[in-house]
């Protein structure tokens, strides 16, 4: 009898070259569930990983970057996963239609390309890293972390800020309170804190690291601003 995956002879219940089993287990209820924890990573720690990221950010991170990998669920899959479930949160609770509005912004690609940043907030928080992380690797210099490294950082504060606001946002819905900006201060003041933790918990590092964070993310939407009006202007 041959392996149904490397075709090697089998003399056991799984194959001793590429380690598949002899025999496949019928699919059900158990293995849907296992393989949509297998893909999320939540047999990882969802819940270990948000504790962590609320009590000590910038520690956990930097432990994940140099020491350990198995513990927080992997940074693409997090900030996917809480950008994903903000919003649905939003598209349930439209929360997001008493701040964000773009209804007084003249036709064009400028108003297309902050609709779709606001439709697509798992990828354009991703994209918005980039920019903040090209200002902390700027004012981080003497730190040897790379620039990769700290768009794995990026990508657990981003994803915790997305929890916050939809958390915020939802609240909001019942009450007539501006919950969610003050949930978008409390994610600049969470960015600050967990950034600054992770290089060093100085005071000067929670300076850079405001500072940073304000000036990518200003970045960010002065190019996507250019990105418009030059697609504007190509066009005409």
């Given at each position: 009898m041959n392996c149904k995956n490397c075709g090697?002879?089998?003399?056991?219940?799984?194959?001793?070259?590429?380690?598949?089993?002899a025999k496949l287990k019928r699919i059900d209820a158990h293995y849907i569930i296992?393989?949509?924890?297998?893909?999320?990573?939540?047999?990882?720690?969802?819940?270990?990983?948000?504790k962590e990221l609320f009590i000590r950010p910038g520690k956990s991170v930097r432990e994940f970057i140099?020491?350990?990998r198995n513990r927080l669920v992997k940074p693409i899959i997090f900030i996917i996963l809480t950008s994903l479930v903000?919003?649905?949160?939003n598209?349930?609770?439209?929360?997001?239609?008493?701040?964000?509005?773009?209804?007084?912004?003249?036709?064009?690609?400028?108003?297309?390309?902050?609709?779709?940043?606001q439709s697509h907030y798992g990828y354009a928080n991703i994209l918005m890293s980039v920019f903040i992380a090209f200002w902390l690797k700027l004012f981080f210099r003497k730190y040897e972390f790379n620039f990769f490294e700290i768009i794995i950082l990026l990508c657990y504060v981003v994803g915790v800020g997305m929890i916050l606001l939809g958390v915020f946002?939802?609240?909001?819905?019942f009450t007539s309170w501006p919950l969610t900006s003050i949930g978008a201060y409390l994610f600049f003041l969470y960015a600050t804190w967990a950034i600054g933790q992770f290089y060093e918990s100085k005071f000067a590092n929670y300076l850079k690291a405001f500072f940073a964070?304000?000036?990518?993310?200003m970045s960010f939407l002065i190019v996507l601003l250019l990105v418009g009006f030059?697609?504007?202007?190509?066009?005409k």
């Open positions: 090697a002879d089998l003399s056991g219940n799984f194959c001793a070259e590429c380690g598949a089993p296992h393989e949509i924890e297998h893909v999320l990573h939540l047999d990882k720690g969802i819940f270990y990983t948000l140099l020491e350990t903000y919003s649905i949160l598209s349930t609770f439209h929360f997001e239609d008493g701040y964000v509005t773009y209804g007084s912004l003249p036709d064009g690609s400028v108003k297309k390309i902050l609709t779709w940043v946002g939802v609240l909001e819905s964070y304000l000036l990518g993310y030059l697609v504007d202007l190509v066009l």
